[in-house]
């Protein structure tokens, strides 16, 4: 039974900023890159240990990096729920992640 994949409102604020930024060079691109990015979010429902985990947090929950082009998007599982939680969507370019960045 797949997991079900919530994305917090700080996920979506991060997405909705990186498409405006791509917008900026070309609107189609950002269209693109905004519906591949919520079909690779929403397939993390189905097997969402495939990633890794993320090496610079040791904070209470694991928490998994899914890779899209520059993107990171980084969620936890939790398996009492079934559930997916995205948290946030950030430019891999930025610097190492800390636990100020994922707090939910």
Known sequence: ???RVEI???A????????DYIAQDSRVAAARWFAELYAAIESLGEM??????IPELGLRHEYRSLH???HRV???VDHDQEAVYVVR???GARRALAERDVRE
């Open 8 to 10: 917090t409102r700080r």
């Open 89 to 91: 969507i950030y430019h």
């Open 74 to 76: 980084v969620y936890r």
């Open 12 to 19: 979506e604020a991060d997405a909705l900023e990186a498409a």
């Open 68 to 70: 899209h082009y520059s």
């Open 48 to 53: 969402p240990e495939r990633h890794a985990v």
């Open 1 to 3: 039974m797949p997991f």
